[in-house]
């Protein structure tokens, strides 16, 4: 795991490697083992390597900035986080045994092993044991091609010497991120944003669409654009190719999509036991490290199910560090499921509950970290989850992330179902669906059933019926003639539809709403502490299994979620976490936001907060007011506001 960083196209000075060194540095955090660069002059076909303070002096590359005089089209920089050969022949950027090729990526290849295997079978010859260098050799024997063999989280860049092209690609879910922005003439790109703008040396300033998607309705990473105008990321599953002088070969294209599979006629037990070979098999390849490894523990379904089939891959001897967050509210705290799982699983387990008080100290760090919003304060749970496994040796992690979105563990899903039901007109199924003990908690009958007909009405309605019902497109907190003058037009969230809203609904949580911007918190949380987080559920195997199974197979017709799921693993689960409800990863945002007045009167009166002009600011004052007043009303949009608030101050966005 790593952190990646280049500029492409000839500049009209000699690039400045000062400044190259500085914003390489801003992502230590990412790869603290390593630094490496790479200057490439296509004119001359010119190779320069060179190193930086991190930099092994056994390689004998000489400093970086010894290079100034030079003029170059290709820069690549390298932060490397040791995972898979830690000596150093995993140093990047690394050249073929030819010299062709160059390349700095950033994740893991997980199914290096039987690549290299098949490489080697066709002439080709390794020279370390990592991964990157397998990668290298899969560019020269498939091109592009070579993405839909990987099994793995990556962002990447190679380098053709001899085609003077750079290819950039990214993960099928997006694991791993890569940004980019035009400075000039050049084409930056990075593992992370705050690198992007200081070569840029340009004010931050807000892209209004995704601003709008962020306040009205929390859903972040899920498209091309980021919240800092101009800069934009490569979407998952895609990849790109430059020529050296920066300009664009070929746009995003994508080498795998989502959902496009053809339906399976398996019976639900065949469905599980496929499902549990898949998973298992998952799990097997995501535990190949070089350095020590632990899992996130939640005591949910998801999290418990990958640490039941690490064990079972590691044997009952092994020592297994479980690292969870654990609430003192017990309407969210999950501490007696973690319990369980470790007492069943012989686990070791570590636990962290911070305090409103660590918050505020910690919120800074936290917002400079995620770099862009984040809709709940969970979000810093999880920041002391990784925090507390790098305190305690852990380099790698695995988590359950992905599970909800392919296999319907979320209550809109229910709604989805239903909605299909409805429109087939099968009268036995709706009754069942409505009438579910999985619907028995207090409102949610009423939500699960008016979120099913909102489904079927035309689209051209939907806005107009939300105003009606108080939930307008543009509600009184957001000022809509700032939005309106500057082209944006409000549209509904989306969400499946039609007689197929099950597989709709996935299909948007994995690209578009849920399944991005947890992958994104999920990666600078863990980073941040030098941590590789992976997830096994988030495999193109799993993905096109899911979709190719029924519906019912994924919801069932009683309202129980995660049908298959629950059955593949159920010989492994303790039946008290296989069967209860979701939870989700919660923390008592209630009683946070209460002890943190002091932090919020401060955010709220300052001048930055106050000059924000899309928000209407006496409507916000009045929801924050009344939200620190009665904890019981909390409103999911009062965290929007403060966050908003603080990540406009952290990175100085302007608005206007």
Not at 337 to 362: I, N
Not at 438 to 455: E, F, T
Not at 476 to 492: I, K, Q, Y
Not at 596 to 621: A, I, K, Q, T
């Amino acid at each position: 795991m790593c952190g990646i960083l280049g500029i492409v196209g000839r500049q009209a000075a000699a690039p400045d490697l000062g400044a190259l060194r500085n914003a390489l540095q801003l992502m230590r955090h990412r790869g603290p083992d390593d630094e490496g660069y790479l200057l490439f002059d296509s004119s001359t076909c010119t190779t320069v390597l060179a190193g930086g303070d991190d930099t092994d002096s056994r390689l004998g590359l000489p400093p970086l900035l010894a290079q100034a005089e030079g003029s170059y089209d290709v820069v690549l920089a390298h932060r490397r986080l040791s995972i898979i050969d830690v000596t150093v022949a995993g140093h990047q950027p690394m050249e073929s045994a030819d010299g062709r090729y160059s390349i700095v990526l950033n994740g893991e290849i997980y199914n290096f092993v039987e690549l290299r295997r098949d490489l080697m079978q066709r002439g080709y010859a390794f020279r370390s044991g990592s991964d990157t260098e397998v990668v290298l050799a899969a560019y020269a024997e498939w091109g592009p091609g070579m993405l839909t063999r990987f099994v793995g989280m990556f962002a990447l860049a190679i380098l053709d010497k001899s085609a003077r092209t750079i290819l950039l690609a990214r993960d099928p879910f997006g694991i791993k991120p890569l940004y980019w922005m035009r400075s000039g003439r050049a084409f930056l790109f990075a593992s992370e944003i705050a690198p992007l703008l200081s070569l840029a040396s340009s004010h931050a300033s807000a892209d209004v669409d995704s601003l709008y998607r962020y306040m009205r309705f929390g859903v972040t990473d899920g498209h091309e654009t980021t919240m800092f105008s101009g800069v934009n990321q490569v979407p998952p599953a895609h990849y790109l190719l430059l020529a050296t002088d920066g300009s664009v070969l070929t746009p995003n294209r994508p080498y795998w999509v989502p959902g496009q599979v053809t339906r399976r006629n398996l019976s639900l037990d065949d469905a599980a036991s496929e499902l549990r070979h898949l998973l298992a098999e998952s799990v097997r390849l995501h535990l190949r490290s070089d350095v020590p490894l632990g899992v996130c523990l939640s005591g949910g379904l998801d999290s418990t199910a990958i640490t039941a089939l690490v064990r079972a891959q590691l044997g009952a001897a092994a020592p297994i560090h479980a690292f969870s967050y654990v609430s003192n509210d017990p309407r969210t705290g999950e501490g007696p499921y973690v319990d369980l799982a470790a007492d069943v699983f012989g686990l070791q387990r570590h636990a962290v509950s911070p305090t409103a008080g660590e918050l505020v100290g910690d919120l800074e760090a936290l917002v400079r970290t995620q770099e862009q919003p984040f809709d709940s304060t969970s979000i810093y749970a999880q920041f002391n989850v990784f925090r507390l496994a790098r305190n305690n040796g852990m380099t790698v992690m695995l988590d359950g992330q992905g599970s909800d979105e392919l296999f319907g563990g979320y209550a809109t899903a229910v709604s989805a179902q239903l909605a299909s039901a409805i429109l087939r007109r099968s009268p036995g199924a709706i009754r069942s669906l409505v009438l579910s003990p999985h619907m028995s908690a207090p409102g949610m009958r009423r939500r699960i059933v008016l979120s099913a007909l909102g489904r079927m009405l035309p689209t051209p309605l939907v806005g107009p019926i939300m105003s009606l019902v108080g939930e307008a497109l543009y509600p009184p907190w957001l000022n809509a003639d700032w939005f309106r003058r500057r082209g944006h037009e409000a549209t509904p969230r989306v969400q499946g539809r039609g007689r197929e809203s099950l597989r709709d609904e996935l299909l948007h949580f994995v690209k578009t709403l849920s399944l991005p911007r947890l992958l994104r918190y999920e990666d600078r949380n863990s980073m941040a502490f030098s941590i590789e987080s992976r997830v096994p559920f988030c495999t193109v195997a799993l993905a096109d299994f899911a979709f190719s199974l029924p519906s019912t197979y994924l919801v069932g017709m009683d309202g129980t979620t995660k049908a298959v799921l629950r059955r593949a693993v159920g010989d492994i689960v303790p039946p008290t976490i296989l069967h209860r409800a979701k939870v989700g990863f919660a923390t008592p945002e209630r009683e946070w936001l209460t002890a943190l007045r002091p932090w919020v009167s401060e955010l709220v009166g300052s001048d930055e907060f106050r000059s924000l002009p899309f928000m209407n600011h006496s409507v916000v004052e009045d929801a924050i007011d009344a939200q620190l007043g009665d904890p019981r009303a909390i409103s999911p949009f009062t965290w929007r506001f403060l966050n908003v608030g603080a990540w406009a101050r952290q990175f100085g966005v302007r608005f206007e």
